[in-house]
């Protein structure tokens, strides 16, 4: 297949474009870098199957040539981030998702959405199902995610019901792994670096906010697995696990033998209490679950951790 990514330099993007290459598919990436990372792609650039396009996806698309996929990854993903990047992400969620669609729509190609679990809000039902509405405040400061990524699967299911589209909607939960930034402002890298470097390990709240971590090995191969299908309806992607934000923190603390103090910052405005993926319909129609554990992943994340913040 060949296959469009955008986001492609990203977190997902880049594991994303690794994976697939490494299924021998032929894969363009496509990222304006306001998140991303060349970092993330550079071992890439020798390979004769992929092509980097640095484009902001909100403006016209044009790749020559056929496409069999799409997907959809180009967004702001982290709080930190779409607080610093409100429009831009009010964008790529709606200019981007419409532009990637039409260009879907030209190539006849298999159209994926990098959808999230924030579309359910600050959920009143855990676990979360795909048939939960949700419950987003759409004037807070998250809501301009939150808001983005419910008008991209909305549109995303009017093109798909419209124009025939085959589609792919991935609700994405928590993810963790190598290539997070340092201050990424998640809890794992925040946890992480802190730890690190001897820094107070910051806990917002009393730390019983919940939170599913999935390592991003296998949420990449879920991915994989819901794009090969013919699915077209929503699917959570994550890990149903749950942990507290309390004990994440010193879960990491053990795994660094880090002596950072754990402390508490005040909460943030309409942040989730509890985030946890039913995935009953990963595991029926993809015959998919993450495998990883989350002692195992931390380790893995620790150790890029500790190399990227080494060299600086």
């Known amino acids: 297949m060949r296959i469009l990514v ?10 994303i474009c690794d994976y697939l290459l490494a299924k021998n598919h032929t894969v363009i990436g496509m990222d304006n870098l306001l ?15 992929f092509l980097f396009i640095r484009h902001d996806v909100t403006n016209y698309n044009h790749i020559p040539g056929h496409l069999d996929a799409i997907l959809h990854f180009a967004s702001p993903a982290s709080p930190a981030d779409y607080l610093q990047f409100p429009i831009p992400t009010l964008k790529v969620g709606a200019l981007g998702t419409h532009k990637t669609l039409g260009l879907a729509k030209e190539k006849r190609a298999i159209f994926m959405i990098a959808s999230t679990s924030e579309v359910y809000g600050d959920p009143l039902i855990n676990p979360q199902v795909e048939t939960y509405w949700g419950n987003v405040n ?73 939170r599913s971590l999935c390592y991003v090995d296998d949420l990449v191969d879920g991915i994989y697995k819901l794009l090969m299908s013919d699915y077209n309806e929503p699917v959570n992607i994550g890990n149903p696990q749950e942990i507290t934000m309390a004990e994440l923190a010193l879960k990491i603390k053990n795994i660094t033998r880090s002596a950072s103090p754990i ?12 985030r946890r993926p039913d995935i009953t319909v990963a595991r029926k129609i993809l015959n998919w679950e993450p ?15 500790r190399t990227k913040l080494s060299a600086r």
């Open 6 to 15: 955008t986001g492609a330099a990203g977190f997902l993007g880049s594991h």
């Open 35 to 49: 998140t991303g990372s060349i970092d993330n792609i550079g071992h890439l650039f020798q390979n004769p199957d």
């Open 138 to 210: 759409p004037l807070g400061p998250r809501g301009v995610y939150d808001e983005a990524k419910r008008f991209a699967e909305a549109l995303v299911m009017a093109y798909h019901r419209y124009h025939g589209i085959p589609v792919r909607i991935a609700r994405i939960f928590n993810t963790y792994g190598p290539r997070m930034r340092l201050k990424d402002g998640r809890a794992v890298p925040n946890f992480m670096t802190q730890a690190i470097t001897g820094k107070p390990i910051t806990v917002y709240g009393s730390g019983s906010q919940t």
């Open 263 to 274: 402390i508490e910052e005040p909460l943030p405005q309409d942040d989730p209490r509890v």
């Open 291 to 305: 495998k990883i554990n989350l002692e195992d992943g931390l380790e893995k994340t620790v150790q890029y951790f």
